[in-house]
């Protein structure tokens, strides 16, 4: 399929190691896909569901021990220990290598090798980046398929000559909990994956790639992988402006990027268009703009909560093609169910674990908490026209939001540049599903990407500084949300999903200067009129003004996390970081 000696040379060197019994290339046609589909189906490795009601569409249970990512596990290993940072792990890559080749050494052996060629970004762009993935698991192959653009096509956009593609090894292996360990190696391009079979751990193009050996790429080669969604927003008039917004993982990115605009915004003729729901490659153009590409293909969402009120894009995505992961399985029709999809849990189902259940009477969970589903873009009600756009799309507006009870207000937008930088690195959200641990923890997730940084976080952060400094007045403003508050007895205050564009409008309104805003002593807030509340029950200006409210108690408590965060940076913390922390400690006097 490819005469480039690089990639068949480091094929050659895993055969050798992990001794499969077979080897397919995937070329990425449907024939050879069908093919795998039925084996998996043989073997009870997916399950087909009803073809009437879900066409082409699979469940795969995974381990019960394995349904998140596991960050305690994961490793950069860069030849200096400095060089990883205080935040990730860290080990020699040398020792890391000899450890791991033990275990890849003939793991294979009864089982097929498959080499997936896949390419992160649309085919043809220069933002884009090939990977090389070979894995012993079809449901990897499968899921590639959808969250990738994968087979010759990939191999095609790296040529016959170039070196330049990520080298993915992952081996299922005995799915050991014990023995389980995501490993990159940014300086080798490289990552080894062994033990799991759950997405992030195994689509080494998702978060190994896009994020933590992209990030590292994009410091040196002076552009940005972030985890972010990417929307558009379509005017009356048809002029479309694109937002940029992180969140950490299961803090509702899906939903935000497939919004529904409120009534008040479709009557007037305003659209939403999806670009990407989690990753972000994002380079200055030749006009000096920041634009920004999807380097995926589809979505791997969270399952549980989405429905056809939080979230009917995402559902209506899911209706053909999709891998669903861990969720319950109605025997009744041979469809699926998860907590939040409807009213009418079934009573004749499997769960998530592989045991009979009955939705209607038992205690536990039908699906697993963080359940996905792994479903082609292209289904998308809402994709913008731009998703494969060599180009990309140009972004106006970066926003970063975590999952905060008190401290942070529904939005504020930072004083510039730098001070925004300064807000992404101070994010903290509580805890969720996403990864193995304790939920509902409060952390500190700078730019959301605490798990998903390749190199030394100090550099990361001065790299967005850098960034700022080259787009200078073309640079795109940058806001935080909290849509998370809650009143005292635990509820959300704001409704959250389709009203979060009364937020998203605001935020435009500011890029275009054609809004007011008040000073605070985090940075500038709306005044409370200015967010669009009409139509919206139980929500009145003062809900509003209570939701802006800064809490000079509380933020002087979240100023000493903050210093106590970055002392762990030594003098890797760019000068410009602790100057903005004394900027907001003098404010807060
Ligand atoms: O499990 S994934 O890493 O693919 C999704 C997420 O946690 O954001
Ligand atoms: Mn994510």
């Known amino acids: 399929m490819t005469k480039n000696p690089n990639v068949l040379g480091w094929v050659d060197e895993t055969i050798a190691l992990c001794k499969p019994d077979k080897v397919v290339w995937l070329d990425g046609s449907q024939e050879q896909l069908d093919e795998l589909r039925r084996q998996a189906c043989e073997t009870g490795e997916m399950i087909k569901l009803n073809e009437e009601k879900l066409p082409g569409c699979y469940l795969h249970r995974t381990a019960v021990n394995d349904v998140a990512r596991v960050e305690h596990r994961t490793f950069i290993c860069t030849k200096k220990k400095e060089d990883a940072g205080p935040i990730n792990n860290w080990m020699d890559p040398d020792e890391m290598k000899a450890k791991l080749t033990k275990m890849y050494d003939g793991v294979m052996k009864g089982r097929t090798m498959y080499v997936i060629p896949y390419c992160m970004g649309p085919i043809g762009s220069k933002l884009s980046k090939v990977g090389v993935e070979v894995t012993d698991s079809i449901y990897v192959v499968l899921n590639m398929d959808i969250m990738t653009r994968m087979g010759k096509q990939a191999l095609e956009h790296l040529g016959d000559t170039s070196n330049d593609f990520v080298r ?317 508050r809650t009143d005292d007895e635990g509820h959300f205050i704001w409704p959250g999903f389709g009203d979060n564009m009364r937020v998203l409008m605001w935020i435009l309104a500011r890029c275009e200067g054609k809004a007011d805003a008040v000073e605070t002593p985090i940075g500038y807030e709306p005044k409370p009129e200015d967010i669009n509340i009409e139509g919206l029950e139980g929500i009145t200006a003062d809900t509003v003004r209570g939701l802006l409210d800064v809490d000079k108690d509380l933020w002087r408590e979240e100023a000493a996390g903050i210093e106590d965060f970055y002392k762990q940076f030594g003098d890797r913390l760019p000068k410009e970081m602790a100057h903005q922390l004394e900027v907001l400690k003098k404010n807060l006097q």
């Open 168 to 484: 993915g090894l992952h081996s299922k292996a005995d799915v050991d909990e014990e023995n389980r360990y995501i490993v990159q190696f940014p300086e080798d391009n490289a990552i080894w994956s062994i033990n799991s079979g759950y997405g992030g751990n195994v689509l080494l193009g998702k978060k190994c790639f896009a994020l933590r050996i992209a990030s590292y790429q994009g410091k040196n080669e002076g552009w940005m992988a972030e985890h972010m969604l990417i929307l558009g927003i379509e005017n009356p008039q048809g002029e479309t402006k694109y937002v940029a917004a992180a969140f950490p993982s299961a803090c509702g990115k899906t939903n935000l990027a497939m919004l529904i605009p409120p009534e008040v915004y479709k009557k007037q003729g305003y659209k939403v268009w999806t670009v990407g729901d989690d990753i972000a490659w994002m380079r200055i153009g030749e006009d000096g703009r920041l634009w920004a590409i999807n380097p995926e293909a589809g979505f791997f969402g969270v399952a549980p909560g989405t429905n056809d009120k939080s979230n009917p894009n995402a559902l209506a995505t899911t209706k053909r093609g999709t891998i669903f992961t861990n969720v319950a399985h109605n025997l009744d029709d041979n469809t699926i169910w998860w907590e939040g999809l409807d009213k009418n849990p079934p009573e004749n189902a499997v769960d998530w674990k592989g045991n009979p259940w009955n939705g209607k009477t038992s205690a536990e969970k039908g699906a697993n908490p963080n359940s996905r589903f792994t479903a082609p873009a292209k289904n998308c009600p809402c994709i913008s026209d731009k998703f494969n756009d060599v180009n990309g799309v140009p972004i106006s507006a970066i926003v970063f939001g975590g999952r905060r009870a008190k401290t942070a207000p529904l939005v504020y937008q930072s004083r510039d540049w730098a001070h925004g930088v300064f807000v992404g690195s101070i994010m903290a959200s509580e805890t969720t599903a996403a990864a193995t641990g304790a939920v509902g923890v409060v952390r500190r997730d700078p730019m959301a990407m605490r798990p998903f940084c390749g190199y030394h976080m100090g550099d990361y952060f001065g790299h967005w500084l850098e960034m700022g400094e080259r787009l200078g007045d073309k640079a795109p403003k940058i806001f935080n949300v909290n849509w998370f």
